[in-house]
């Protein structure tokens, strides 16, 4: 694809995801079947829970992720570096969008470096999608560049076949994908992490890339940005309309490819239309280790800038401690699938 086409395509994603327009239509992330089991009789003191944990080798303060998002343009690299200052703030990961763009042209690799110092300690992660992992599995080198540029603390690889399908132009060859995985995998001196977009990671999927050696599954469920309806509005002709909310709910999924953890050890991330603290919470009972966001965060920051999103991130937290203060935990221990009640029970 043409770099013109490239930087057209990353600003009309950027200026849809500023709307709700987007969201899923019809169906939802499925957080909403889930209470808490409340207990009254807590012992725990709320004031001392922790909520540092590790993401892979780094101390984080937070179990919340900024999702993979955008870059390459000048208005995505503006983003990128706000959303560094937030993630250095609050001390959590930041996914970058795809570095497809900065693969073979060194001329963004100062603004990687930028994008470095200003997130401070804050792990980084870089993505790209599956069609590149084919297209360059004889050579992974100009990853590594990357990887040295950002200091990543994992590389991202999003697999997006329906988002592919109904993009015009779009990759829809994917033939020795999993193969091409497994050499990035074992070529790639970090930890690698597959995402979905929004449709989904199922557990069917997540075995077979946990085969291959991917070290996290991040399951990017439906029921928040639908990838199709970008692409669908992108379409003059609203092609693919009846895909507009094709995907797996984040619950499912999560509760679903969780159960994987009896047969492998893996870093599982919960995102796909977490919108509130109340969400991420539900996310991390339901197994996740971390609860990543995009257009929530996008929004407010483009709304508000970055210190709206410190004060958002900071409010998760509170609504994540009081959470787990009203469940009788002291910590992510026992913060599981016990503390959650499914709503049709309670009546
Ligand atoms: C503006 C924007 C650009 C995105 N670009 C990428 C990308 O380059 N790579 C990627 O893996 N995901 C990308 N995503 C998808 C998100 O990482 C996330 O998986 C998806 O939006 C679902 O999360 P949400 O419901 O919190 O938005 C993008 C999301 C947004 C909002």
């Given at each position: 694809m043409k770099?013109?086409?490239?930087?057209?395509?990353?600003?009309?994603h950027l200026a849809l995801c500023e709307t709700n327009d987007v969201a899923f239509r019809k169906k939802s992330s499925g957080f909403e079947h889930y209470d808490f089991d409340h207990l009254a009789i807590t012992?725990?003191?709320?004031?001392?829970?922790?909520?540092?944990?590790?993401?892979?080798?780094?101390?984080?303060?937070?179990?919340?992720?900024?999702?993979?998002?955008?870059?390459?343009?000048?208005?995505?690299?503006s983003v990128n570096l706000r959303l560094a200052?937030?993630?250095?703030?609050?001390?959590?990961?930041?996914?970058?969008?795809?570095v497809r763009y900065a693969l073979e042209d060194t001329s963004h690799d100062r603004l990687l470096q930028s994008i470095r110092n200003a997130a401070g300690g804050a792990p980084l992660l870089p993505n790209i999608g599956g069609a590149q992992i084919i297209q360059y599995r004889k050579d992974f080198s100009p990853f590594q560049r990357v990887l040295d540029l950002t200091g990543a603390a994992c590389?991202?690889?999003?697999?997006?076949?329906?988002?592919?399908?109904?993009?015009?132009?779009?990759?829809?060859?994917?033939?020795?994908?999993?193969?091409?995985?497994?050499?990035?995998?074992?070529?790639?001196?970090?930890?690698?992490?597959?995402?979905?977009?929004?449709?989904?990671?199922?557990a069917r999927a997540a075995r077979r890339?946990?085969?291959?050696?991917?070290?996290?599954?991040?399951?990017?469920?439906a029921g928040g940005?639908?990838?199709?309806?970008?692409?669908?509005?992108?379409?003059?002709?609203n092609r693919?309309?009846?895909?507009?909310?094709?995907?797996?709910?984040?619950?499912?999924?999560?509760?679903?490819?969780?159960?994987?953890h009896t047969q492998f050890q893996f870093m599982l991330i919960g995102s796909g239309g977490v919108h509130t603290g109340l969400d991420a919470a539900k996310a991390l009972a339901l197994g996740a280790d971390f609860a990543a966001s995009a257009r929530v965060f996008l929004q407010v920051l483009m709304k508000s800038g970055p210190e709206?999103?410190?004060?958002?991130?900071?409010?998760?937290?509170?609504v994540l401690r009081t959470v787990m203060f009203a469940t009788g935990c002291t910590g992510y221990s026992g913060f599981d699938k016990n503390v959650l009640v499914v709503r049709k029970d309670l009546f």
């Amino acid at each position: 694809m043409k770099e013109d086409d490239l930087k057209k395509r990353k600003n009309e994603h950027l200026a849809l995801c500023e709307t709700n327009d987007v969201a899923f239509r019809k169906k939802s992330s499925g957080f909403e079947h889930y209470d808490f089991d409340h207990l009254a009789i807590t012992e725990v003191n709320r004031d001392a829970i922790s909520l540092q944990k590790y993401f892979f080798s780094t101390l984080v303060e937070l179990p919340f992720v900024i999702s993979c998002m955008t870059g390459g343009t000048t208005e995505a690299d503006s983003v990128n570096l706000r959303l560094a200052e937030v993630a250095k703030a609050v001390m959590i990961p930041m996914g970058l969008g795809s570095v497809r763009y900065a693969l073979e042209d060194t001329s963004h690799d100062r603004l990687l470096q930028s994008i470095r110092n200003a997130a401070g300690g804050a792990p980084l992660l870089p993505n790209i999608g599956g069609a590149q992992i084919i297209q360059y599995r004889k050579d992974f080198s100009p990853f590594q560049r990357v990887l040295d540029l950002t200091g990543a603390a994992c590389f991202v690889v999003h697999l997006n076949p329906v988002q592919e399908a109904l993009q015009k132009n779009g990759d829809t060859d994917f033939t020795g994908l999993l193969q091409a995985l497994e050499q990035f995998v074992s070529t790639i001196r970090v930890p690698v992490v597959v995402k979905e977009v929004g449709a989904g990671i199922s557990a069917r999927a997540a075995r077979r890339l946990l085969e291959a050696g991917v070290a996290g599954i991040d399951v990017a469920g439906a029921g928040g940005t639908s990838w199709s309806g970008v692409e669908i509005l992108r379409n003059e002709d609203n092609r693919g309309s009846e895909l507009w909310d094709w995907g797996l709910p984040t619950a499912y999924c999560l509760r679903t490819v969780h159960e994987l953890h009896t047969q492998f050890q893996f870093m599982l991330i919960g995102s796909g239309g977490v919108h509130t603290g109340l969400d991420a919470a539900k996310a991390l009972a339901l197994g996740a280790d971390f609860a990543a966001s995009a257009r929530v965060f996008l929004q407010v920051l483009m709304k508000s800038g970055p210190e709206a999103v410190i004060g958002l991130i900071h409010e998760w937290a509170e609504v994540l401690r009081t959470v787990m203060f009203a469940t009788g935990c002291t910590g992510y221990s026992g913060f599981d699938k016990n503390v959650l009640v499914v709503r049709k029970d309670l009546f």
